[in-house]
């Protein structure tokens, strides 16, 4: 496990460095909304959509992979909802509470995932991630999208408002068109696969920057029952489903890791702009993503450690 902790230790350094240039005011608030802008509608969105659409997945189990994943995240949400009253009672929370309850025990942090697969498994693997991006992703989105619907708005949405706020997602379109391009059996010119390279290179970094930025210790445990209940979920009790779920569909290997360290990772901070727009309690969102990341240095070379992952 020291081993693992050393290896992930730089990315977790790297947020640190983010926090602290925030809260030293290198960088003012208004240009780090501009930069995590920059990696949620662009660079990240080039990564998912160049390594889906150029990655060679002859040897990948894509179908199983996908599908363990999207029944280990199916399963948190069934939890949920099934239990949403007792849970909404014993937490003293609200509906719109209980959205970023959910959101924060599903959602996965993009840029956190894709920053640790290359340290750990190696640069080809991110192919693996982008897997888990196309089939997470668009599912995410659309289930929480109608969670907030239901219990975070005083009247329903239209199932078009609901259908145009997934459409415009930068994930789901780079991940669809990223599957897209590879059915199609196409290969990406050189010059466009240089150009996404480039874009891609500096945004692990970056986006790990950002994520130190949105940080706010001092917030993170106001209200703590529900935080602490998120992460319970999210970084333990999701690895254990989505380990349950890549073993019934017999996905192992090196899927099976970058799956499961998928699920590991916190939550991700599109769940904060979708609660901002959508009635949810941004706030709430915010000091759970902070208490995770914090709580992931420690449960991520814990849950890869024993599930065997040396990388």
């Known amino acids: 496990m020291t081993t693992i902790f050393l290896a992930l230790l730089p990315v977790f350094i790297v947020i640190l460095i983010g926090f602290g240039l925030r809260r030293f005011g290198v960088i003012q608030d208004e240009q780090w909304q501009a930069l995590d802008r920059l990696c949620y509608f662009v660079l990240f969105p080039a990564i998912i959509f160049k390594e889906i659409a150029a990655a060679d997945f002859s040897t990948v189990p894509v179908f199983q992979m996908a599908l363990a994943m999207m029944l280990a995240v199916l399963a948190m949400f069934g939890l949920l909802l099934v239990f949403h009253r007792p849970i909404m009672t014993v937490l003293r929370i609200d509906g719109p509470q209980f959205t970023s309850l959910v959101q924060g025990a599903s959602r996965w942090h993009t840029f956190i995932a894709f920053a640790i697969v290359p340290i750990q498994f190696g640069p080809k693997a991110l192919s693996l991630a982008a897997v888990s991006a196309a089939a997470m992703t668009p599912l995410l989105n659309i289930v929480c999208v109608i969670i907030l619907s239901r219990f975070a708005q005083s009247a329903r949405l239209k199932p078009s408002t609901i259908a145009l706020s997934i459409i415009r997602n930068p994930f789901v379109v780079s991940s669809l068109g990223g599957v897209a391009w590879q059915v199609s059996g196409l290969s990406l010119p050189l010059m466009?696969?240089?150009?996404?390279?480039?874009?891609?290179?500096?945004?692990?970094?970056?986006a790990l920057l950002t994520v130190g930025a949105?940080?706010?210790?001092?917030e993170a445990m106001s209200a703590w029952p529900p935080l602490a209940a998120a992460t319970i979920l999210k970084l333990l009790a999701m690895p254990l489903m989505m380990a349950a779920t890549l073993m019934l569909m017999g996905v192992t290997g090196d899927a099976f890791a970058v799956a499961l360290l998928c699920g590991a990772v916190p939550t991700g901070s599109g769940a904060y702009v979708l609660a901002r727009q959508m009635g949810g309690d941004a706030p709430m969102v915010a000091n759970i993503l902070t208490l995770q990341v914090v709580a992931a240095a420690i449960t991520i070379p814990a849950v890869l450690y024993l599930a065997g992952v040396t990388g």
């Open 214 to 218: 949105g940080l706010k210790l001092g």
């Open 192 to 206: 466009g696969l240089q150009v996404l390279d480039m874009i891609g290179r500096g945004a692990l970094g970056l």
